[in-house]
């Protein structure tokens, strides 16, 4: 089994920032797109940023230019750099990864962690 534990969630006013962190473990051969979802109470699961094994990134409109995802695949970990944050950015954050298990007989399995809470005050 796969296991994404987020973690660097918590409190900030508006304008500040925060990092999180997602480390995958388990039985892993590799790891394609992982990315970063969230939801705030009554919404849908939303898309924040992804990144592919080789360094493309995807960035939801609503946080371009103040959001940075960046990977470290030697530790198979992905950080989201939350900047310049606004109290529409209050959701719980999502770690999301496609992953190739180290004996994957159905190829590719998506994974999901716990999540992690984000509140921006304002």
């Known amino acids: 089994q796969v296991q994404l534990v987020e973690s660097g969630g918590g409190w900030v006013q508006a304008g500040g920032s925060l990092r999180l962190s997602c480390a995958a473990s388990?039985?892993?051969?590799?790891?394609?797109?992982m990315g970063w979802y969230r939801q705030a109470p009554g919404k849908q699961r939303d898309l924040v940023a992804a990144i592919s094994n080789g360094g493309s990134t995807n960035y939801a409109d609503s946080v371009k230019g103040r959001f940075t995802i960046t990977r470290d695949n030697a530790k198979n970990t992905v950080y989201l750099q939350m900047n310049s944050l606004k109290p529409e950015d209050t959701a719980v954050y999502y770690c999301n990864a496609d992953v190739v298990g180290e004996r994957s007989i159905i190829g590719i399995v998506n994974y999901w962690g716990q999540g992690t809470q984000v509140n921006v005050s304002s």
């Open positions: 388990g039985s892993i051969f590799s790891i394609n797109v």
